[in-house]
């Protein structure tokens, strides 16, 4: 299991991006696949601040959550 390298501000951050995100997926209803990818990115911006862990930054072993 991966250990926690997002910190609370990063997350918040990441949350609130994933929910801009998510709520312009929504409004790109005239191009399907664009609203499908921007909803994607969206989720995995929420899923790395609800779980705070990031794959990314452990493959370049950032660490925000110190």
């Known amino acids: 299991m991966s250990s926690r390298n997002v910190g609370w501000r990063d997350a918040g951050v990441r949350g609130f ?12 209803q005239d191009r399907p696949l664009l609203a499908l990818a921007v909803g994607f990115i ?9 779980f705070r862990t990031c794959p990314v930054y452990t493959l370049l072993h950032i660490n925000s959550g110190t």
Request: hydrophobic content about 65%; proline content about 0%; overall charge neutral.
């Open 17 to 28: 991006i994933g929910g801009v995100l998510l709520l312009n997926s929504a409004a790109l």
């Open 42 to 50: 969206g989720l995995i911006f929420i899923g790395t601040a609800l």
